[in-house]
């Protein structure tokens, strides 16, 4: 019965261990932009996105930001929330809508998809306010259509959650000088 005890003591030590290691945000080449673990950045959202330097990170949405001309959007001051999507995202999107290349699309239907990335408010979900999980709140972008934002138990951002087509941000909370950067896997739309 002991030895029963031990075991059964020693697999729960192992898997809480385990647990707890899968709910630690990997670094993904991003973590050297941010000092400690506050995830405040040094600089605008647009110095985030021109500064990124993995080699499969942010360089189609530096692209889709120069052709589209919205550096300004990114530089100013907050507060506001911003949706970047990485290059697989963009890959995605490209390859789903039959475009070649990010200079195919055309520049308003690109714009508008930019737009719709940035929020014209901020979502941190460390702030107290947004404590309850699964709670989409309705935000105004860029663009008319609105965007939902929320988080679930693991404090993962959910963007349009409670709609037909919701998405899990691959990396969040990361604060530079105008407001707040959610890293997106995906290039993110609303469809009620």
Same mark, same amino acid.
């Not at 973590?31 to 500064?51: C, H, I, M, R």
């Not at 105004?140 to 679930?152: A, C, G, K, R, V």
């Given at each position: 019965?002991?030895?029963?005890?031990?075991?059964? /003591?020693?697999?729960?030590?192992?898997? *809480?261990?385990?647990? %707890?290691?899968?709910? &630690?945000?990997?670094?993904?080449? !991003?973590?050297?932009?941010?000092?400690?673990?506050?995830?405040?950045?040094?600089?605008?959202?647009?110095?985030?996105?021109?500064?990124?330097?993995?080699?499969?990170?942010?360089?189609?949405?530096?692209?889709?930001?120069t052709l589209t001309g919205l550096q300004t959007l990114y530089s100013q001051a907050g507060p506001r929330t911003f949706i970047i999507p990485r290059n697989p995202a963009f890959r995605t999107y490209l390859?789903?809508?039959?475009?070649?290349?990010? /200079?195919?699309?055309?520049?308003?239907? *690109?714009?508008?998809? %930019?737009?719709?990335? &940035?929020?014209?408010?901020?979502? !941190?979900?460390?702030?107290?306010?947004?404590?309850?999980?699964?709670?989409?709140?309705?935000?105004?972008?860029?663009?008319?259509?609105?965007?939902?934002?929320?988080?679930?138990?693991?404090?993962?951002?959910?963007?349009?959650?409670?709609?037909?087509?919701?998405?899990?941000?691959?990396?969040?909370?990361?604060?530079?000088?105008?407001?707040?950067?959610?890293?997106?896997?995906?290039?993110?739309?609303?469809?009620?």
């Amino acid at each position: 019965d002991i030895h029963f005890r031990m075991r059964a /003591a020693g697999t729960i030590i192992v898997a *809480l261990v385990l647990s %707890l290691n899968s709910c &630690i945000q990997e670094s993904f080449d !991003y973590e050297p932009s941010t000092t400690s673990e506050t995830g405040k950045y040094n600089g605008t959202a647009l110095d985030f996105v021109n500064n990124a330097k993995a080699v499969d990170s942010l360089s189609l949405m530096k692209e889709a930001i120069t052709l589209t001309g919205l550096q300004t959007l990114y530089s100013q001051a907050g507060p506001r929330t911003f949706i970047i999507p990485r290059n697989p995202a963009f890959r995605t999107y490209l390859k789903n809508n039959k475009y070649a290349s990010l /200079a195919a699309v055309p520049l308003a239907t *690109l714009t508008d998809v %930019l737009k719709y990335h &940035i929020v014209k408010a901020t979502y !941190y979900t460390h702030d107290v306010q947004f404590i309850k999980n699964d709670n989409p709140i309705q935000y105004q972008t860029e663009t008319t259509t609105p965007i939902f934002l929320s988080h679930n138990s693991n404090f993962q951002v959910m963007v349009n959650y409670g709609t037909k087509k919701s998405f899990v941000i691959y990396l969040s909370n990361i604060r530079p000088t105008n407001g707040i950067i959610h890293v997106s896997s995906d290039v993110v739309y609303y469809l009620p």
